[in-house]
């Protein structure tokens, strides 16, 4: 290619550059790119619909088969005013069963033996919450003496009602602060580019669980509330 033919071809690719340039995608892309991110939660509180009950069976005998006898019986009877109480077979649960040597210490640090003790642990989901009482009073009355109530928790058996209350809660504070950011930016809030639920509803759970207290002769447990809380993180464009 001759001197003077190379200096055309220049001359006429250069303006097409320029123009390339000037309507990059990249400079449309810029422009469009603008949005307000913002993470809010709600939290509503319920009155919670269940109550778990542990409860402890245990028996001293003689021999470890004695222990165990005993011990089972003792079950039995608890079963048994359970479910007469209402608490269907499928909310019982047998957690644990054990049977070991006790003894006795003497301030010498010298032991006797005293027999066997056999154990059994259940844990009990009582879906009817205001009857919880009612129920730790016929589990007592059954087991007697060989009974132990080690807690009793209410808790949101079913919290899909209440979850979707908090999300209408999250979306309304999380639309509020973006609406608020926007006016402070003289911007106006476009199309919702996503929205994220950030992690599982969280319920939470009392440090000191309610529990059952005797009031004129019967038991009574204080179901209370709980927070149910979603978090959520929504991006607007601009």
Do not use: C
Not at 111 to 119: F, I, V
């Amino acid at each position: 290619m001759t001197t003077s033919l190379l200096k055309k071809s220049l001359l006429l690719v250069a303006p097409l550059a320029l123009i390339a340039a000037t309507f990059s995608p990249t400079s449309a892309s810029a422009a469009s790119s603008r949005y307000i991110t913002v993470s809010a939660e709600g939290t509503v509180k319920v009155a919670p619909d269940a109550v778990r009950l542990t409860t402890t069976v245990s028996v001293v005998a003689a021999s470890s088969k004695d222990a165990l006898a005993q011990t089972s019986s003792a079950a039995a009877a608890v079963r048994k005013a359970l479910v007469s109480a209402g608490v269907s077979t499928k909310d019982i649960t047998s957690q644990n069963i054990t049977v070991y040597p006790e003894y006795k210490y003497d301030t010498n640090g010298g032991s006797t033996p005293n027999g066997y003790r056999g154990s059994q642990l259940f844990t009990v989901v009582i879906r009817a919450a205001a009857s919880a009482g009612s129920v730790v009073d016929s589990v007592v009355a059954a087991g007697g003496d060989a009974v132990q109530i080690n807690s009793v928790s209410p808790f949101l058996l079913d919290a899909a009602k209440a979850a979707e209350s908090a999300r209408a809660v999250a979306v309304k504070n999380a639309k509020a602060k973006a609406t608020s950011y926007a006016k402070l930016l003289g911007v106006k809030l476009g199309a919702i580019n996503y929205l994220t639920e950030n992690g599982s509803p969280s319920i939470s759970v009392p440090v000191f669980a309610a529990a059952a207290k005797a009031e004129a002769d019967s038991t009574v447990v204080d179901l209370g509330q709980q927070d149910v809380t979603v978090s959520i993180t929504v991006q607007w464009a601009l």
